[in-house]
């Protein structure tokens, strides 16, 4: 059994987040634009929008802490793994129909689909440097 770094999993979700809101913005999505939609679907403000999104990118990121050990395939490749079943079951199937956007945002169109897979994508390179580092140290030869 193995510990979480809670430090290291919030920090990782947090610039995850960070980079996941910096992509979105390089793809013309806008600045903060999840978290203006939560904000606007809960009636509860931007403010609220960005706390919970936050919020969200530091538990997935302890989420995945919890369970990498038990991910298949190499290190670099199980926060890759865990997204992409994430963005399928949760944003996919859940967030995108609740919001109106349809199943995989069809009603959107197909690229949202495939944008919501590559932001989640990015947004989980900090946990390779974050928590992948001490969950699987590099063994000396």
Known sequence: ???????????????????????????GMGWWDIPALLGEKTGLGLAYGVFGHFSNGALLAILYAGIAPSLWGPAWVRPFIFITAQTIALVWFFMFPLVGA????????????????????VYVIPYIFLINKELFPKKEA
């Open 1 to 27: 059994m193995h510990k979480i770094n809670w430090k290291n999993a919030i920090l990782a979700g947090l610039a995850g987040t960070v980079l996941f809101d910096v992509f979105g913005l390089v793809m």
């Open 102 to 121: 349809g199943v995989m945002g069809l009603n959107v169109g197909p690229e949202m689909a495939i944008g919501s897979l590559v932001r989640h994508w």
